[in-house]
C-alpha cells in the first residue's frame, strides 16, 4: 500500500512508500492522525497550509461484507477543528484495489478559479484541466464522466464547494454512477474545491480485490460477522433497514418524543407517518418502475439498507432518501411530503451539499420568518438561492450557526458550528453527549447511542434520563472510531452490539488485513487514542471546554412532548470531552 501525495501548485502526483508508523492505520485514524501531522491546527480550512486526505478503511477492496468506506479528513471551514466524515461506496473499494492507503491534496493553486481532474490508474496519476465540468452540477458532470470512463468511480466537489460554502461536501458515486454517496458532513468539500481540484476519477481497471495477508483467519473472521449481520433482526435480509430504509428511525424517534421538529421547538411530528420508511416502501411498491428499497451502495453490501424513490410514471427521482435527508428536509422544517423532501435532495446532491446542513439551516432561516415552516415551495427557493449564489445564498451556505447569527436568531441547533441530526438531545440524552462532545462538532454517527436509548440494541438505556449517559457516549465514540477505521458500514454495530462471535469477526478481519494483533478489549481502547489525538488538534487550535457545551437555549427551553431541558451537567461532559 502507498501514498499519493498530490501537489495542487506544482500540478505533480507522487507515489510514496507509506512511513513505518502509519502502517497500521487506516480509514479515521490515519486521516485524523495526518491531520495532527501535517496540518498546522491554526491554520485557515482552506488557506495554503491546509490538507485534504482520502483513505479508505482497511478491509475495504475485500470481500468482508459492508465494507466499503472512505474517510476524508482535514481542517473543517464549518467547525473550524479537525473534521472526518466517511462515506459508502465503490471507490473506496477501487482506491484500495490501486493499493493507495490514503491520497494526500495539499498546495494552493497558482491560478485562483482554474479547476484541475486527477485521473488515477493503475498506471500512475495525470492532470487534465476541468473547465468543461466547473459551475455545472454534479448529475451532469458524473453522467458525461461515466460514458468517459466506464469503469471508474469519482470522487467530486460541487458548485457549492467552488464558492467556498461551509456546507459543501466531497461526493462519491454509486453503484450506478450518480453523485449520491457523501462525506457529506463538516464542509470538506470546500477544502477540496480551496486546492482547485475538482474531481478525482478512480479507475481499477487491471486490478484485483485485495488479499488479506492472513487469509485463514480473515475468511474465519468474515464468516463470523456475516453470520451475524445475516441473523440480526436489524440488519438481516427483509429486516429493518432492508425493508424500510434507515428513514424507519422516522416513527420509532417520534413515538419516543425525540424527533425534532421545526427547528427544534417540539420532538415529535403530526405529519411523521407521511414521510417515513415504511410509507416510503409503500410509495415504492405502488408507483413500480425503477424505484426499489434494499439497494446496496456497494458491491458486496450485505444490509442494503439504500433505495431509489420514484416519481409517480415509475421513473427515478433520486437515490437514496436516508433517515437524516429525510428529517432534516422534512419533519425539522414542518414539511410531510415525500415527493418534496425528494426533490429537495436531488438538489442538495447536484449543489454538492450536505443535507444535514441544509434542512437544519432552512429550519433557523424558517424560525427567521425568510419562509413558513411546511412551506416545501419555500424550502426549495431557499435552495434555489445556494444555487444562484446570491448574497442570501452565501449566507444559507455557510451553514446554521452563520445563518442564525446573520437573522438574529436564538434557537440555533449546532454545537462547534455544525448542525444537529436527528434525534432531539433532550429527549434522547446519550446522544446530546455524542454531540456536544464529540471533536467532530454535532455528529450522530460519532457515538451512536440511538442503539441501545431507542433500539435496545446492545442493552437498554431510559432516553429520557440522564444518569450514567456521558459514559455510555465516551464507550460509543470510542468504538466508533475504531469501526470508522476499520472500513465496515457503522451499521454493523447493530449485530456485533448484540452477538458477540460477529463483534470477534470484525476484529478478525481488521487484524488479518493490517497485521495488528488487536484483541476484542482492545477496540476501544485503540478507538480512544483516535478520539484523544483529534481532541489535541481542537485545543491547538482554539477550541476550549466552552465548545463542548449544548446550545444555550437547550438548558432552559422544555422541548414538548416530554418537556424536558438538557441536563447533562458541565462536569459530565468535561470528564468525557477532557484530553
Request: charged share 20%.
Amino acid at each position: 500500500m502507498r501514498f499519493l501525495r498530490v501537489d495542487m501548485n506544482g500540478l505533480k502526483a507522487v507515489v510514496e512508500e507509506v512511513p513505518e508508523k502509519y502502517r497500521q492505520l487506516a480509514g479515521r485514524g490515519l486521516t485524523s492522525r495526518l491531520v495532527c501531522d501535517e496540518v498546522p491546527a491554526t491554520a485557515h480550512p482552506l488557506g495554503p497550509k491546509a490538507k485534504l486526505f482520502i483513505a479508505p478503511g482497511a478491509v475495504a477492496g475485500t470481500s468482508a461484507p459492508s465494507s466499503a468506506r472512505v474517510s476524508v479528513g482535514g481542517k473543517s471551514p464549518l467547525t473550524w477543528g479537525i473534521k472526518e466524515a466517511n462515506a459508502g461506496t465503490p471507490v473506496a473499494q477501487y482506491l484500495a484495489r490501486l493499493g493507495l492507503k490514503a491520497i494526500i491534496i495539499e498546495g494552493e493553486p497558482k491560478e485562483p478559479g482554474k479547476y484541475w481532474t486527477l485521473v488515477v490508474t493503475k498506471d500512475g496519476a495525470e492532470f487534465v484541466p476541468a473547465d468543461e465540468q466547473t459551475g455545472k452540477g454534479l448529475y451532469e458532470v458524473y453522467r458525461g464522466l461515466k460514458e468517459r470512463h466506464p469503469t471508474a468511480g469519482f470522487i467530486a466537489c460541487g458548485p457549492a464547494a467552488e464558492a467556498r460554502m461551509a456546507m459543501a461536501g466531497v461526493c462519491f458515486s454509486d453503484t450506478d454512477g450518480r453523485p449520491s454517496r457523501y462525506s457529506g458532513r463538516g464542509g470538506l468539500g470546500a477544502v477540496m474545491a480551496a486546492k482547485g481540484l475538482k474531481l478525482i476519477v478512480v479507475d481499477p481497471a487491471g486490478t484485483s480485490p485485495v488479499v488479506a495477508t492472513n487469509q485463514e483467519l480473515f475468511k474465519a473472521g468474515q464468516a463470523k460477522l456475516v453470520e451475524a449481520i445475516l441473523t440480526h433482526g436489524v440488519t438481516k435480509p427483509g429486516g429493518t433497514l432492508n425493508t424500510y430504509g434507515t428513514a424507519a428511525l422516522i416513527n420509532a424517534l417520534n413515538e419516543a418524543g425525540g424527533l425534532p421538529t421545526r427547528n427544534f421547538s417540539s420532538g415529535r411530528f403530526e405529519g411523521a407517518a407521511k414521510i417515513s420508511g415504511e410509507r416510503m416502501a409503500e410509495i415504492v411498491k405502488e408507483r413500480g418502475g425503477v424505484g426499489m428499497m434494499g439497494q446496496g451502495c456497494h458491491p458486496g453490501c450485505t444490509i442494503r439498507c439504500s433505495n431509489i424513490y420514484p416519481k409517480p410514471d415509475g421513473t427515478e427521482l433520486v437515490s437514496c432518501i436516508e433517515y437524516e435527508s429525510d428529517w432534516a428536509l422534512g419533519a425539522n422544517c414542518g414539511i410531510d411530503d415525500l415527493d418534496a423532501i425528494a426533490e429537495m435532495i436531488w438538489h442538495c446532491n447536484d449543489l454538492g451539499i450536505d443535507t444535514i446542513e441544509c434542512g437544519v439551516t432552512i429550519g433557523v432561516a424558517m424560525e427567521a420568518g425568510l419562509k413558513k415552516f411546511g412551506d416545501a415551495a419555500g424550502a426549495l427557493a431557499l435552495i434555489d438561492e445556494i444555487r444562484k449564489n446570491t448574497a442570501l445564498g452565501r449566507i444559507l451556505g455557510q451553514g446554521a450557526a452563520f445563518t442564525g447569527r446573520a437573522f438574529g436568531v436564538v434557537r440555533v441547533p449546532t454545537v462547534k458550528g455544525q448542525g444537529m441530526p436527528a434525534y432531539e438531545p433532550r429527549a434522547v440524552k446519550g446522544i446530546g453527549v455524542t454531540y456536544i462532545t464529540s471533536p467532530m462538532g454535532a455528529d450522530h454517527t460519532a457515538g451512536y447511542t440511538i442503539a441501545p436509548e431507542i433500539l435496545a440494541v446492545g442493552g437498554k438505556a431510559d432516553p429520557l434520563s440522564p444518569a450514567g449517559k456521558a459514559d455510555l457516549s465516551g464507550a460509543f465514540q470510542d468504538t466508533t472510531a475504531f469501526i470508522d477505521m476499520s472500513g465496515y458500514c457503522l451499521f454493523i454495530a447493530f449485530p456485533i452490539l448484540d452477538i458477540a462471535s460477529g463483534f470477534e469477526g470484525m476484529v478478525e478481519t481488521v487484524n488479518a488485513v493490517l497485521g495488528t494483533s488487536f484483541a476484542a478489549g482492545d477496540v476501544a481502547k485503540f478507538g480512544g487514542e483516535i478520539v484523544k489525538w483529534e481532541r489535541q488538534f481542537n485545543r491547538a487550535a482554539g477550541m476550549t471546554a466552552a465548545h463542548d457545551r449544548p446550545p444555550e437555549f437547550m438548558r432552559y427551553e422544555k422541548c414538548p412532548p416530554h418537556n424536558q431541558v438538557y441536563d447533562v451537567t458541565d462536569e459530565d461532559l468535561d470528564r468525557i470531552a477532557g484530553v
